[in-house]
Structure formats: C-alpha cells, structure tokens
C-alpha cells in the first residue's frame, strides 16, 4: 500500500508539473527604459480536460484576459502586443511592452491585480518588488450557507461518525491524507519564473509574507538570472498575498 501511494503521488507530480508554467522576464536598458515580456503557458491535455466543465474553462480566462490585460496597462507601457499561443502541446497568452522611464512610473495601479506585470521599483534601496496578490474568487461561486441540522440519532460506540467501523475508515482516512499529498505537489508544481536581463544584476531573493520572510536562490543562467517561484504554495492555505524583494547589485 505503501509503495503504490508514493507512485501515485510521484505520478501526480509528474503530469501536474507540466501543467502550468508563467515565465516573466524583464531587463532594464542604459536609457532607463524596461523590457518586458510575460507569459503564461497551460498543456493542451488539460485543456481537453476542462471542456466539460459549463463556464468554459482556461482557454475563455486566456480570451478575458486578451481584452481586459491592454485596459489595465493603459497609460503606463508603450508597444504593448497581446498574441495568443497556440502549439501543438500548449496554449496560452503572451505579451511584451516597455517602460520609458521606468524608475519615474508608478505602478502602483496594478498592485491589485493576480498577477505583477510590472514591478515596483525603490531606488532609495535599490530593490525591485514584485507584489503577488491570490486570485480573486467569483462570489457566486462562494458556498451556500449550511441548514440548520437536525438532532443526530444516537451512535454506536462501535462505529464511527460515518457509520463504519474503525477498520473500514482506516482506508479511506489513508486517501484522504493521499490527497492531501497530492494537492500539495500539485501547488508546488505551478512555477512563476522571473528572469532578469544582464542589466538588472540581483545579489538576494526574499518573499515576505506579513512577517515572515523567506530567502530564495537566484540560479546564474550565462548573462541572466532566474528565479524560480512556486506560486500557489507562497500563498499558503490562507491564501495571502506577498512579495518578492529582489535586491539589486
């Protein structure tokens, strides 16, 4: 039993790692204007998995965002393209801008938004930061209220509170902490990947989260750097938002 949980779970890691991937890349040039490029990637796998599903899944997020993504940055980026992706294993939306000027922008317009197109820059510590903020969550799709409920009869001491046996709630209390397990590789696997231009040199990476705060690694690629974020598991199961302090060199 033990050795088919830690397939399965390996398993799951293994087709959910693939999933998602949001890639966001920035550069700052010696006239002081930012590169941005910005993309956000899904299997087509899970695509055709959510077909089903009667709000339209993915692929009509990915058309919102396409007309709502120029609204939001109005007035703040100039060259703005939005093309949608379309390979044979992926779909998504990617878009590119820049920023003129960009230590005299404000973006603090976007700090609300899920996803932070373009950071917020200190110069008095010469930090970039990143604010990250959970997705909103449609009211309508808030869970009813319990009824009231109505006096339980008595149990059996024999029983448990579903009605089995100790024996026969030892498996399914098993699979349930399997998918626990299982949610988790599935938060870790979404990956926000920021990668900066050989201009913007980072010397430390840090998340904080009210008052906690975590140290990141910064991986040296030739003239860039990445650094890696697993998205959902930041926000934590509370779901709050954070932010991502690059210190620049």
Known sequence: MKTLR??????????????FQIMHFIDLKENGTMEVQWSFRFSK?????????????ISEGVEKGKKEIPEKLQGLVKNLKVEAIQTDFDSGIQLSFSVPDFSKVDAAKLQNEEFPYLPT????????IFHFQPMKKDKKEEPAKPEATKPEPAKDPE????????????????????????????????RYQIILGRNLVPVSASVKQGDTQKKLEIQRLGEQNLIDLPLFALFGDKEQPFDLVIQLK
């Open 159 to 190: 029983k448990s509170a579903e009605g089995e046996s100790p024996d026969e709630t030892a498996p399914k209390e098993g699979m349930d902490q399997m998918g626990q397990q299982i949610g988790k590789l599935f938060l870790s696997s979404v």
């Open 45 to 57: 796998a899970l695509e055709e998995m959510g077909k089903g599903e009667k709000k339209g899944g």
């Open 6 to 19: 830690v397939l399965i779970c390996l398993l799951a890691c293994g087709i959910l790692s693939n999933c």
């Open 121 to 128: 820059l200190d110069p008095k510590k010469n930090q970039l």
